[in-house]
């Protein structure tokens, strides 16, 4: 049986915390930003964790996460 291997995007992405959980930025942060508030950019910096319908999904992506 030959290696999984790991999907490099996903692994730019996702970080596990210690818990397992994944964590991951949010989007809508990186152009276009003279028309959002302050308040909406400042909201973006904040890392939010990945919702438990993805995680499946996650694991195959990340498998020695």
């Known amino acids: 049986m030959p290696k999984m291997k790991t999907n490099r995007a996903a ?3 996702f970080k ?3 818990t397992g959980k994944l ?3 949010k989007a ?3 152009h276009i930003l003279t028309k959002k508030s302050a ?5 973006l ?3 939010a964790m990945t919702d438990a319908s993805n995680i499946k999904n996650m694991k195959k992506l990340l498998p020695y996460l």
Do not use: C, L, P, Q
């Not at 308040?39 to 909201?43: A, E, G, T």
């Open 11 to 13: 692994a730019k992405r």
């Open 16 to 18: 596990k915390t210690g």
């Open 23 to 25: 964590k991951r930025m």
């Open 28 to 30: 809508y942060k990186s």
């Open 39 to 43: 308040k909406r950019k400042r909201n």
């Open 45 to 47: 910096r904040k890392a």
